[in-house]
């Protein structure tokens, strides 16, 4: 199967950049091209990603800047099926040495649809910048702390290859190194977003990945040491704690180590499980980044130094701002803490808000996902 893939990876990089075969009208492009997956839908999904890769490869690689060029054109791919507007299968094929399948398609491609998603990304690149991501993974061999992370470092170097930006563990002070290590050894998430906050990361990752001793083996006279490591990670929003995605590796089977040397043998079992999850990590980042940049979904609203009776109108006016869709209020301690549905950014919601309630509140800071203010009117 990996050879297979391999091939494919070849072929499909000769090929993927080479332009469309011919244009057609209404800003598409008709392309074939070929897919390879482990079942049927895989290898379709695959070829539709290859065709939104090759019929717009040279609009994003001409409108793109190099330092931003990997992270825009993972995140258009991602959204590839929205690019497709038909395409029929020419050929699938079942290999009988590795059972994947090979799937030739051929695709209209709107160019146009890739234009505008072009364009909404720079924007939040130029806006906001790329996004900042701590990653803090919790790696015990036998029960036993790794200092140095190996899925930690694939996660890292994953994110980093297609341009999200990371957290500079060099420029972290002592104290900083000492707090990750009291989360790490017990296991307190809430200690890496408070670093995270400080650092500026709208993200943090923070899991747990363990390898363990299985039932060792002997081979031909020699003994052979086994292990299976395992791991669980969770994507999370910096500002407030919420989990934006939980992340698995070998979801079948734990992934193995067989080595002479115990050591070396839970190193390769977590390499194994670092490859799997670190691809998945880079892919559920890159298929949300864009929507919880952009906003959407449930924004917070903190109002200190309020009544309840104060309370009622700030729920009621916030109800009549455009892109608002619901609203829920809870009260405590002269703070009220509004729950907003939207369809829009925190900062563009901020800019309603100030418009709305500009004799009633003042907003003293906006985050991805909260907008805190304090109450000013008599």
Request: charged share 25%.
């Amino acid at each position: 199967m990996l050879s297979r893939m391999i091939l494919s990876a070849v072929l499909a990089a000769v090929s993927m950049w080479a332009g469309p075969a011919w244009a057609a009208g209404d800003g598409l492009v008709t392309v074939e091209v070929t897919g390879v997956g482990i079942s049927k839908e895989d290898a379709l999904k695959d070829a539709r990603r290859n065709a939104v890769e090759k019929g717009s490869g040279t609009i994003i690689a001409s409108e793109t800047r190099t330092q931003d060029f990997q992270l825009v054109k993972d995140t258009i791919l991602a959204r590839s099926t929205g690019f497709i507007h038909s395409w029929r299968e020419l050929s699938a094929q079942q290999s009988r040495i590795d059972d994947t399948w090979t799937v030739k398609i051929s695709a209209e491609v709107s160019i146009q649809g890739v234009k505008d998603e072009l364009l909404v990304v720079q924007g939040l690149l130029k806006d906001i910048g790329r996004p900042k991501i701590l990653v803090v993974i919790n790696e015990r061999v036998d029960k036993k702390l790794v200092e140095m992370s190996t899925v930690q470092t694939k996660v890292e170097g994953a994110l980093k290859d297609s341009g999200f930006a990371l957290v500079d563990r060099d420029q972290l002070k002592e104290i900083d190194k000492r707090d990750l290590q009291a989360a790490l050894a017990g296991d307190k998430p809430d200690m890496v977003q408070a670093i995270a906050k400080r650092f500026g990361a709208q993200i943090f990752i923070y899991g747990v990945a363990e390898a363990s001793r299985g039932n060792d083996t002997r081979v031909g006279g020699v003994n052979l040491a086994t292990y299976e490591a395992q791991s669980n990670l969770k994507v999370f929003k910096s500002d407030t704690a919420e989990i934006e995605a939980s992340v698995t590796g070998n979801t079948n089977r734990p992934a193995r180590g067989v080595q002479q040397v115990p050591a070396s043998a839970a190193k390769q079992a977590l390499g194994l499980e670092a490859d799997v999850v670190a691809k998945k990590v880079k892919d559920r980042l890159i298929e949300n980044w864009r929507d919880f940049l952009v906003g959407g979904g449930e924004i917070k609203l903190y109002v200190e130094g309020m009544k309840f009776a104060q309370v009622r109108k700030l729920k009621s006016t916030l109800g009549e701002i455009s892109n608002i869709t619901e609203v829920n209020v809870e009260f405590a301690n002269s703070v009220a803490d509004c729950a907003i549905q939207s369809n829009i950014s925190a900062k563009d919601l901020a800019e309603k808000i100030a418009d709305a309630l500009e004799d009633m509140i003042e907003i003293t800071d906006v985050t991805q996902n909260v907008i805190k203010a304090t109450y000013v009117g008599k």
